[in-house]
């Protein structure tokens, strides 16, 4: 079996649950440019599965699922994660997500690691900051 490194990909792919799933991969299209992929609908307008990329980022929605205890950060108290994305114009995203009706939380603005970047919330509450930032560029061995 090949991992993700091995394959050309980052090998992580965090799967965002949505009560409304179908208007949410509308919402991050236009919002912060993700380009849909995949969907894999299921009944009563919910979808199964669906995968999203943007740049080499890639992303996986579905429908919440409270049975399995997936749910859409609007039925939390907080969330317990921030999905970082590397954007080469973290000034001309936040326009557009903005635009979209994305709630900014904080400006782009420099960062203490010398990168720009800002953060959002998505419609339903997800955490997200787009910014220049490339982890692992200053590691070394």
Not at 6 to 11: F, L, M, T, V
Not at 46 to 69: K, N
Not at 88 to 93: I, L, Y
Request: glycine share 12%; proline share 6%; hydrophobic share 40%.
């Amino acid at each position: 079996m090949r991992s993700g490194s091995e394959s050309g990909s980052a090998g992580l792919f965090p799967k965002l649950f949505y009560d409304d799933a179908p208007a949410a991969i509308g919402w991050l299209e236009r919002a912060f440019g993700f380009r849909r992929r995949l969907v894999v609908p299921g009944a009563d307008g919910r979808v199964l599965h669906a995968e999203m990329s943007l740049g080499a980022a890639v992303i996986m929605v579905g429908s919440s699922r409270p049975e399995q205890r997936c749910v859409s950060p609007r039925r939390l108290a907080g969330v317990g994660q921030v999905l970082c994305v590397h954007v080469d114009d973290p000034d001309a995203h936040c326009a557009r997500a903005r635009a979209a009706g994305a709630e900014v939380e904080t400006e782009p603005a420099e960062e203490s690691n010398g990168s720009r970047g800002y953060s959002a919330r998505d419609l339903e509450g997800h955490a997200w900051h787009f910014g220049s930032y490339v982890p692992g560029e200053s590691w070394t061995g």
